[in-house]
């Protein structure tokens, strides 16, 4: 019998850019969309053209790759697209949809700590160091968007790479997130 005690679960609300027209009854991580719905992949691995090593990057903490996680945001993401439309670029304008953080196994996630050095055409690469269980306290610590973030988006200069997640946490999921797990609206 095991005495090790299970992580407790994260209180705390998640968010992701709403599917307008979700297939299936999952949210995938873009390893699986590569044989359940080939164009949808292709449509999401184009946004890693010139960075396609990410996509290998491996999630130290979930023994997977980039590419095997769902991404959630740990705060309302409508404040980094407005911070980019401040600077005159096209980005989402579609709703968002809430997910209750203990409703993740805690063992299946991470949040990633993101960094962008200026100039750089990506986020930086990541190190153990920079992944965080997925806790309370954790989630809490990292639910504001810094100051640093907004100013790269506001000033974006037109040929500068977007990036409006460049710099701001990541919770990771390993593997599917159940549809019916979300809410619209934040």
Known sequence: MSTRIP???ARGTLFHTAITDPRGDHVL???MLRDRHPDLHARHVAKYIGREDRLRERVIPLDCAWADVVF???FDPTVLFDAARSAGRRVWDGPVWTLDAAK???ERCCIRL???TPGSGTADP????DCLPLTTATLRAV???THRALERLRNLGPEEPLLPWGDVPHVLHRGP???NLFQEGA
Do not use: H, I, Y
């Not at 990541?126 to 160091?129: A, K, R, V, Y």
């Open 143 to 145: 639910s504001e968007v």
């Open 104 to 106: 993740l196994a805690p």
């Open 72 to 74: 959630l945001s740990p």
């Open 126 to 129: 990541g190190t153990e160091d």
């Open 7 to 9: 992580p407790r679960r």
């Open 177 to 179: 997130v159940a549809l």
């Open 114 to 116: 993101m960094r962008v």
């Open 29 to 31: 991580p873009l390893a």
